[in-house]
């Protein structure tokens, strides 16, 4: 009897936990990652900046150019990816960091990439210039050059559009050429804002 006591005492408690391992486990949602973002020409040229004055204390832009990425949403003076060749002066060399949202083709690394060193040879037509000059982002560059293209934008609804910041012989100031098409070799319409005022300087189409 007094096994059967002992028993029947047991019995609640097995229930109780067989109970207990049955209940839902409660777990934790894991957030989920951001979705990758365009950023603008300045936003990206601060994210590579810091990397080339580590590779040349002298390192100066000598191009700005925006990359459009199939996996990145484009934006109105945003881009997936961009590539700043940044020359040295005093070395006479030249190295092309990129700054990309994702993993792409092209050699385009997600974050900043420094390419091979380059020997630099002066061009004609353009030359670096002073980071203190970029004074207006691609952003603002395409709202001036969209104000102005409202005609060509509605006949070409769609089209890609590409930045490039230089500084050449053609305007004083460093400027940002606002480029409809897959590349400037292939487009029929751009046009140039000057990168340190803002100032519209020319349409080419």
Same mark, same amino acid.
């Given at each position: 009897?007094?096994s059967?006591t002992s028993?029947?005492?047991?019995?609640?408690?097995?229930?109780?936990?067989?109970?207990?391992?049955?209940?839902?486990k409660?777990?934790?949602?894991?957030?989920?990652?951001?979705?990758?973002?365009?950023?603008?020409?300045?936003?990206?040229?601060?994210q590579?900046?810091?990397?080339?004055?580590?590779?040349?204390?002298d390192?100066?832009?000598?191009?700005?150019r925006?990359?459009?990425?199939?996996?990145?949403?484009?934006?109105?003076?945003?881009?997936g990816?961009?590539?700043?060749?940044?020359?040295?002066?005093? /070395?006479?060399?030249?190295? @092309?960091?990129t700054?990309?949202?994702?993993? &792409?083709? !092209?050699?385009l690394?997600?974050? +900043? $990439?420094?390419?091979?060193?380059?020997?630099?040879?002066?061009?004609?037509?353009?030359?670096?210039?002073?980071?203190?000059?970029?004074?207006?982002?691609?952003?603002?560059?395409?709202?001036?050059?969209a104000?102005?293209?409202?005609?060509?934008?509605?006949?070409?609804?769609?089209?890609?559009?590409?930045?490039?910041?230089?500084?050449?012989? /053609?305007?004083?100031?460093? @400027?940002?050429?606002?480029?409809?098409?897959? &590349?400037? !070799?292939?487009?029929?319409?751009? +046009? $140039?804002?000057?990168?340190?005022?803002?100032?519209?300087?020319?349409?080419?189409?």
């Amino acid at each position: 009897m007094q096994s059967l006591t002992s028993l029947a005492g047991l019995c609640p408690l097995l229930f109780l936990l067989a109970s207990c391992s049955d209940a839902p486990k409660v777990t934790e949602e894991k957030p989920r990652p951001k979705p990758p973002v365009a950023l603008t020409g300045r936003q990206a040229f601060q994210q590579m900046y810091p990397q080339a004055r580590g590779w040349a204390p002298d390192a100066e832009p000598l191009e700005i150019r925006s990359v459009n990425l199939a996996q990145v949403k484009a934006e109105p003076g945003k881009a997936g990816a961009w590539q700043v060749v940044f020359v040295s002066p005093t /070395r006479g060399k030249a190295k @092309t960091y990129t700054y990309s949202s994702v993993e &792409s083709d !092209g050699n385009l690394h997600q974050g +900043v $990439f420094g390419g091979l060193e380059e020997t630099y040879t002066a061009r004609g037509d353009e030359s670096p210039f002073s980071i203190v000059a970029i004074k207006v982002d691609s952003d603002e560059a395409y709202q001036t050059a969209a104000a102005r293209s409202s005609e060509y934008m509605k006949k070409n609804p769609g089209k890609p559009v590409i930045f490039l910041m230089t500084q050449n012989r /053609r305007f004083p100031d460093v @400027t940002w050429r606002v480029i409809w098409g897959d &590349s400037v !070799g292939t487009s029929d319409y751009s +046009v $140039f804002v000057d990168g340190t005022t803002g100032k519209l300087l020319q349409i080419m189409h």
